[in-house]
């Protein structure tokens, strides 16, 4: 596991009547956590992705609410790459708020050329980069 | 199956850099396609819960994305409970562009106690309401 | 006055903990409602621009609150364009719930290069299709 | 001018498909702004205007684009109260990358009777906070 982490702020914006985030909003939660491990493994999106060829497109997203957060609550976004298939890549992330568990999910990416949206291998860059750190994440 | 559908266009703000819907946003969509569902089934939300002294939050959300939508698609979302447990209900979407299938999931709501977010028996009026529904549905 | 309308209904997502809906998606409104004013003239966006080297872009946006739109209201969105300049376009917009005004504004465009930003002359097929449409409004 | 600042990154859900943020996440990153600007100044909202029996509404919002945010922009967002009058407050809003100057605008709130909507004096809690901390902004 990686332990990778990064923060943010849940806005006005993003709570609804109950007072609580909108189930909608985790995914872009979830897609700021996955910006930030992107440029933390040295391959931030989509510049990493240059001279590929490809680019990533979800295939699955999957949210289970624990509980729910609030206006102005500091979110802790955890993303680790949990697997990388021959064409795709899964992501397991969490959202806590100090040490109460909010969110669990999974996103899926499938790497492909985006004029065809035929599949392709996960380039040796990426996954090599994605490896390094989870490895180095495991040893912290 | 209710064989429910409504249907919606889609936004230029829903748009992202890919020319796509952004992933999250399929989620409001889905709301809307279950907005669409309380009203047809007679219990409009959240009118048709007062009185209930419960209301209903989004315990588990899926998605699986078959291929993009884009600015400007007509969207019909297809809405169906799948299963009502006893404080559970299990609702199955799927979004359309004419006869292309783009994303197909599930949304599970648990029926609680606001204040205490304790789980209770889904009351029977929205038990009934459903089921009829349905069982119209599969008539028809 | 073009009379132009177009009808939508507020979603959950769009309603924030004061119950009303959050400031910044009447501009989402606003777009919807010019979306289809392009529609309703014959050049709908961005098709109807093809092969004039140019696009829209917004420059000026103003809003003024009367009263709040709330969760499933069902909102007309009135559009005319107010004036067309050398390269700008004024949009006028109003929001009412029957006949209870909500909101006023202003959107102002600039057709410019996408590229090096400059604006320039909005193209005459664009300029004669709004008078014609907006002078039909008129005499309506 | 109190000269406070607070920071954000552009996220991939608030660019558009002409690769730059859509105009309405302006007055959510206003909005989170003018959040950090009650914070700074003492009075975090909502709990700052608790016991005032009055809440801010917005009556009026305005934004000039000078020029596009993309995907990833760290932005400065630069708040300040322009004017408190009987029953509103005045923000002016300014959003910087770096050097280069964005995005102007102002947020006009009134204070007021959630229930009946009846604008209400500003409490002079809150009056006298704001007009200390920009006091001290004008001298540093």
Chains 1, 2, 3, 4 share one sequence.
Do not use: C
Not at 38 to 43: D, E, S, V
Not at 75 to 84: H, M, N, P, T
Not at 94 to 111: A, Q
């Amino acid at each position: 596991m990686s332990g990778f982490e990064t923060r943010l702020r849940v806005r006005w914006a993003e709570v609804d009547a109950q007072g609580i985030v909108f189930n909608g909003h985790y995914l872009a939660y979830f897609d700021v956590g996955i910006t930030e491990y992107w440029r933390a493994i040295g391959l931030p999106y989509p510049a990493g992705l240059a001279g590929t060829g490809g680019d990533l497109f979800a295939v699955k997203t999957l949210i289970n609410y624990h509980g729910p957060a609030r206006y102005d609550d500091l979110l802790d976004i955890a993303v680790r790459v949990e697997r990388i298939g021959n064409s795709s890549i899964v992501f397991e992330l969490g959202i806590r708020r100090g040490d109460e568990r909010l969110i669990s999910g999974e996103v899926v990416y499938v790497f492909a050329d985006p004029a065809t949206r035929r599949s392709r291998r996960v380039p040796e860059l990426l996954r090599e980069a994605v490896e390094r750190f989870e490895a180095a994440g495991a040893r912290r």
